[in-house]
């Protein structure tokens, strides 16, 4: 499913983010620059070891990522040029800025694309894993937020692409896809 925004395209896919190629590849990270789980772990297996090393050296000179924010680093052996790592909220109950932090993510990460070249970007849906946003509010301000941009005269990107994991968030994403900038 994909529509049209300005200039751009805005698009739903299901599967593993690792496999998707686009220029710049979103990562649902933590403010440590860890590593983990979840697509996390999958984009550093696939990536191999050169994206830690790059987020090390990130880290010794920041201190990490503040939640809401993001990191640029290049991708390893991705099907990308750059990895985005995003630090998502954990979600508490929503009145703790959780809406306004994810949104932050997705803004730094295509503020980031945008200062780097990439014309093409994939999101995981951050924060809704092990950091417990519920499904359906975080497609909402994934949606929101994108579209948002995509409908900026300025904006650089070509085509975004929200990656969703499985048969239930791809449901939940499309109704709220076809209700936010289809209909
Ligand atoms: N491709 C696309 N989506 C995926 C993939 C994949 N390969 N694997 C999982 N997902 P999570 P968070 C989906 O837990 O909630 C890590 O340990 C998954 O189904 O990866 O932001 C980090 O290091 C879910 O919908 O990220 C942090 O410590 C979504 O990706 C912490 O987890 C996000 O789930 C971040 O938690």
Same mark, same amino acid.
């Not at 939640?67 to 703790?96: C, W």
């Given at each position: 499913?994909?529509?049209?925004?300005?200039?751009?395209?805005? @698009?739903?896919?299901?599967?593993?983010?690792?496999?998707?190629?686009?220029?710049?590849?979103?990562?649902?990270?933590?403010?440590?620059?860890?590593? =983990?789980?979840?697509?996390? =772990?999958?984009? !550093?297996? /696939? +990536?191999?070891?050169?994206?830690? $090393?790059?987020?090390?050296?990130?880290?010794?000179?920041?201190?990490?990522? #503040?939640?809401?924010?993001? &990191?640029?680093?290049?991708?390893?052996?991705? #099907?990308?040029?750059?990895?985005? !790592?995003?630090?998502?909220?954990?979600?508490?109950?929503? $009145?703790?800025?959780?809406?306004?932090?994810?949104?932050?993510?997705?803004? %730094?990460?295509?503020?980031? /694309?945008?200062?780097? =070249?990439?014309?093409?970007?994939?999101? #995981?849906?951050?924060? %809704?894993? &092990?950091? +417990?946003?519920?499904?359906?509010?975080?497609?909402?301000? @994934?949606?929101? %937020?994108?579209?948002? !941009?995509?409908?900026?005269?300025?904006?650089?990107?070509?085509?975004?692409?929200?990656?969703?994991?499985?048969?239930?968030?791809?449901? *939940?994403?499309?109704?709220?896809?076809?209700?936010?900038? *289809?209909?």
């Amino acid at each position: 499913m994909e529509v049209r925004i300005g200039a751009s395209v805005l @698009a739903l896919w299901e599967g593993d983010i690792t496999k998707f190629p686009a220029d710049a590849i979103g990562n649902a990270a933590n403010s440590a620059l860890a590593g =983990g789980g979840g697509v996390d =772990g999958a984009i !550093h297996r /696939a +990536g191999g070891p050169s994206i830690m $090393r790059e987020l090390d050296l990130i880290l010794a000179r920041t201190g990490g990522c #503040p939640t809401g924010s993001a &990191v640029l680093t290049s991708a390893g052996k991705l #099907p990308a040029r750059f990895v985005l !790592h995003a630090v998502g909220p954990v979600y508490r109950d929503g $009145r703790q800025g959780e809406p306004e932090l994810l949104a932050s993510c997705y803004r %730094t990460c295509l503020r980031l /694309a945008e200062e780097n =070249g990439a014309k093409t970007v994939s999101f #995981p849906s951050i924060s %809704t894993g &092990v950091y +417990g946003y519920p499904m359906e509010e975080a497609a909402e301000v @994934a949606i929101r %937020t994108v579209a948002d !941009h995509l409908r900026r005269p300025e904006c650089k990107i070509e085509r975004v692409t929200l990656v969703v994991f499985g048969a239930a968030a791809l449901e *939940i994403y499309e109704r709220r896809f076809r209700d936010l900038v *289809i209909s």
